[in-house]
T-cell receptor
Framework: DADVTQTPRNRITKTGKRIMLECSQTKGHDRMYWYRQDPGLGLRLIYYSFDVKDINKGEISDGYSVSRQAQAKFSLSLESAIPNQTALYFC????????????????FGAGSRLTVL | QKEVEQDPGPLSVPEGAIVSLNCTYS??????FMWYRQYSRKGPELLMY????GNKEDGRFTAQVDKSSKYISLFIRDSQPSDSATYLC????????????FGQGTTLQVKP
């Protein structure tokens, strides 16, 4: 099984619909993230969570909400989807203690491709 | 102006060539510099990371950071068709929040 699992892998929906993307991880990491990838823009941070009670907005949080149900689960919701939210969404976890250097190395899921018509 | 700039390519090279991938950045607070590789329909995976300036080598891959020029590079020696992927540079500051700033990614094709 993958370390970071995202569901669904692909979703097509209509403008105005509520959508939830789910993420679960088996790495035992406290830190989890949601990123969005668009052609020509790279990955941009939507929300991040350092533990179950600590949730923070990222660079582009407008129109999105998140829920950290447990250490292993972090879901992303679009309350009312719009076409410019069509993108590839990635969940990631990180280990802040890599080699004691303090670098946060992200482990990504395989992505959820969302199309909003 | 974006904080991190990366030429999206595509870059096409013959098998065995030396590949040079580059990123420039504007934020002098960046301390950690990473390269992720992303195959089609997959999530990015960490290839290499470097703290502050200097070089780091891992097999056929070498990462270089020049903080004075705000410029980082990834070199791939003896490139293979299996190296065909999108390469993303990413950076973060010293505060260790895990909030990475990514470049746009460079698509590389290595032709047999």
């Amino acid at each position: 099984d993958a370390d970071v699992t995202q569901t669904p892998r692909n979703r097509i929906t209509k403008t105005g619909k509520r959508i939830m993307l789910e993420c679960s991880q088996t790495k035992g990491h406290d830190r989890m993230y949601w990123y969005r990838q668009d052609p020509g823009l790279g990955l941009r941070l939507i929300y991040y969570s350092f533990d179950v009670k600590d949730i923070n907005k990222g660079e582009i949080s407008d129109g999105y909400s998140v829920s950290r149900q447990a250490q292993a689960k972090f879901s992303l919701s679009l309350e009312s989807a719009i076409p410019n939210q069509t993108a590839l969404y990635f969940c990631a976890t990180s280990d802040p203690g890599l080699e004691g250097s303090g670098a946060n190395v992200l482990t990504f899921g395989a992505g959820s491709r969302l199309t909003v018509l | 102006q974006k904080e991190v700039e990366q030429d999206p390519g595509p870059l096409s090279v013959p098998e065995g060539a030396i590949v040079s991938l580059n990123c420039t950045y504007s934020n002098s607070a960046f301390q950690y510099f990473m390269w992720y590789r992303q195959y089609s329909r997959k999530g990015p995976e960490l290839l290499m990371y470097t703290y502050s300036s200097g070089n780091k080598e891992d097999g056929r891959f070498t990462a270089q950071v020049d903080k004075s020029s705000k410029y980082i590079s990834l070199f791939i020696r003896d490139s293979q068709p299996s190296d065909s992927a999108t390469y993303l540079c990413a950076m973060s500051g010293a505060s260790n929040t895990g909030k990475l700033i990514f470049g746009q990614g460079t698509t590389l094709q290595v032709k047999p």
